[in-house]
């Protein structure tokens, strides 16, 4: 996971939390996957997602558009 604050955006548009209105996450891949997968031991090949957590209210959000951009941020 981790451990910076990141401000995320797709194109312009900046992303905040749904809960508290933050706008500093921690990001980490998060793995989708489906029962069909996992019986046939093809967990591997699951799509990714990107998660976002607030970092104030520890909330995630999924993100699987590949526009999603990470900036460094001064907390």
Do not use: H
């Not at 905040?16 to 921690?26: E, Y």
């Not at 019986?39 to 909330?59: D, F, P």
């Amino acid at each position: 996971m981790g451990s910076k604050p990141r401000r995320a955006a797709i194109g312009d548009m900046w992303i905040n939390c749904q809960i508290c209105k933050g706008d500093l996450f921690r990001d980490r891949e998060v793995k989708l996957n489906s029962s069909g997968m996992e019986l046939m031991n093809l967990a591997w090949a699951n799509e990714s997602a990107t998660g976002l957590i607030c970092w104030r209210c520890g909330y995630v959000q999924l993100f699987v558009n590949r526009e999603l951009r990470l900036y460094r941020a001064d907390k």
